[in-house]
């Protein structure tokens, strides 16, 4: 089992930066996938970041790359999500999720947590 809580997320404008995290708890959450999702006000939840629990493993989504990097640390449980040159398109509820795989498809991932919301303005 692997519980996760999602902080960082607040009002910033367009060119700013934000950084996500994702703390979590659980015994195998070293073993785990940890990936970010979003989910704007009537659209689809999308794949934004992934980070596979080998240090090297990372996937990002095409809108996003250049742009936001994760990583994580494993000694404190926590998965970060640095958010830069942010636009009004990336405004959504940020959602981490735990994954026994490396992937892109949410209904992959069996934890998630309560999101966090990300404001940019124009």
């Known amino acids: 089992q692997v519980q996760l809580v999602e902080s960082g997320g607040g009002l910033v404008q367009a060119g700013g930066s934000l950084r996500l995290s994702c703390a979590a708890s659980g015994r195998t959450f070293s073993y785990h996938t940890v990936g970010w999702f979003r989910q704007a006000p009537g659209k689809e939840r999308e794949f934004v970041a992934a980070?596979?629990?080998?240090?090297?493993?990372?996937r990002y989504a095409d809108s996003v790359k250049g742009r936001f990097t994760i990583a994580r640390d494993n000694t404190k449980n926590t998965v970060y999500l640095q958010m830069n040159s942010l636009k009004p398109e990336d405004t959504a509820v940020y959602y981490c999720?735990?994954?026994?795989?490396?992937?892109?498809?949410?209904?992959?991932?069996?934890?998630w947590g309560q999101g966090t919301q990300v404001t940019v303005s124009s």
């Open positions: 999720a735990a994954s026994l795989s490396l992937s892109d498809y949410d209904r992959r991932y069996e934890y």
């Open positions: 980070h596979g629990w080998t240090s090297g493993s990372t």
